[in-house]
């Protein structure tokens, strides 16, 4: 990515949020990376009307703000503006002539991810139809983090859904939501000029004084490549399992499942105090839930395991953090670390990131069976743990730091993770040392 320019005042110039100007500055540390690029692709079964998804794909991204904003300095500021022209496009590719046309198209879409970045100057999106037979399409959209985070994608996607069906039925497309990110930005100069902000921050200011280099599974140096991953689906029971275990715990799922990371981290590294960073959405009860963009949050969860107490009062403490953490989590973590001195530098409060999807990730296209698949997820400082339930199953992947974890080492510490939870259902009053010697590295 080429330095940002100085360029003459525009009434159009925007401040960035601080979920994208987390982005912004990661990506200036790594100019050259392309781990930023994010991409979902969405398998659509059946007789489809190409037109119809054309129209639905072409005015749905064209709506969006976020991905066509462009960035520059003013006055020391970076700032952002939107793209008035938006000529989107659809390209077609047809493989119904190539003897295994989905990996073809698999591996196009990997191969697109190497596009160069420049948030200056490129736009901050692809998006691309494969054509694998006369029954099955693939679509690719392919976005940089600063412009969407996974619940953007999912707000994209059902409504290119939504105009799609419309378009089949031969019904009036229902008119689409204000897109644009002035509302949001307004709703953040609120909170920054609030008493909660500044409770927020002083709490953060505590919660991270005298915080410890998080802990890793590796000692090695991470790089600013692609991540290397290692994706799982689990049966579809594992969900209630989970669910019931949390409440046998006196908690739910998600506390439970990160006590299970916690010990999972002791176990495979003999850590004593673990800090996961939580993604969060912070849509909630704020104009985010209904604008495609870049709002997630994380924060981090600094946690002891004393290896001698039950897993059952392991799961306990994860819970009350939780707890203590959830009335401050609007207050962004890139915040966290300007306040800490920490921009314009790689270090970072936590060690793995923990994302939890309990969103329905369903989309009804009229006519045709539709399901999303994960092709990239962003960077990976080192450890990214995504959780989703599904409907035929969980999906239960980690996406490594490439520098930091060969394959076989990856695939080592996903194999002792789901080991460790499925000991941790069936026997939560165990020590946490009796479940980490039966997944110890």
């Known amino acids: 990515m080429s330095a940002v320019r100085e360029r003459p005042f525009s009434a159009t110039a925007l401040p960035l949020t601080a979920p994208q100007y987390g982005m912004w500055a990661a990506q200036q ?6 781990a930023f690029w994010t991409a979902e692709a969405v398998e659509l079964d059946g007789p489809l009307d190409l037109d119809a998804l054309r129209m639905a794909i072409e005015t749905t991204l064209a709506a969006c703000d976020a991905l066509h904003m462009r960035y520059w300095r003013l006055d020391g500021d970076v700032v952002q503006s939107p793209r008035s022209a938006r000529a989107v496009q659809l390209p077609v590719v047809d493989l119904r002539g190539h003897a295994d ?28 139809l494969f054509r694998i037979d006369d029954q099955r399409h693939l679509w690719h959209l392919r976005s940089h983090h600063i412009a969407l985070d996974g619940f953007g994608y999912l707000l994209l996607i059902h409504r290119v859904a939504e105009v799609y069906s419309a378009l089949r039925r031969g019904q009036p497309v229902p008119a689409g939501r204000d897109w644009s990110l002035q509302a949001l930005l307004a709703e953040e100069r609120a909170y920054r000029a609030s ?30 490549g692609a991540p290397r991953s290692s994706r799982r689906r689990l049966p579809a029971g594992d969900y209630p399992r989970w669910q019931a275990a949390g409440r046998a715990c006196g908690m739910d799922w998600a506390a439970w499942l990160i006590a299970c990371i916690a010990a999972w981290m002791h176990a495979r590294g003999g850590h004593t105090e673990v800090t996961p960073g939580l993604l969060v959405m912070n849509r909630l009860g704020s104009v985010a839930l209904g604008v ?46 300007i306040d800490h001195g920490l921009d314009g530098t790689h270090r970072q409060f936590y060690g793995p990131v923990v994302n939890l999807l309990p969103f329905d990730r369903g989309f009804v296209f009229e006519g045709l069976r539709s399901q999303a698949h994960p092709v990239a997820v962003g960077p990976a400082d080192d450890l990214d743990l995504t959780v989703s339930p599904l409907a035929d199953s969980v999906r239960f992947d980690i996406e ?13 510490h996903h194999d002792a993770l789901i080991a460790l939870v499925a000991s941790a259902a069936r026997s939560p009053e165990r020590s946490v040392a009796a479940l980490a010697a039966e997944v110890a590295a």
Request: glycine share 4%.
């Open 29 to 34: 540390l790594d100019p050259g990376s392309n």
């Open 101 to 128: 046309p989905a990996r073809v198209a698999w591996n196009a879409m990997h191969a697109d991810l190497r596009a160069p970045v420049d948030l200056d100057l490129h736009p901050l999106y692809a998006s691309t």
């Open 195 to 224: 008493a909660a902000c500044a409770k927020d921050r002083a709490f953060w200011t505590g919660q991270l004084q005298h915080a410890p280099p998080p802990a890793r599974l590796s000692s090695g140096e991470p790089d600013d």
């Open 292 to 337: 495609p963009c870049m709002a997630m949050n994380v924060v981090p969860l600094r946690l002891r395991v004393d290896a001698n107490r039950s897993f059952r009062e392991l799961a306990t403490q994860v819970a009350a953090t939780m707890r203590t953490i959830r009335p401050h989590q609007r207050y962004n973590y890139e915040w966290m670390r």
């Open 400 to 412: 490594a730091n490439a520098g930091l974890y060969d394959e076989a080492t990856l695939r080592a």
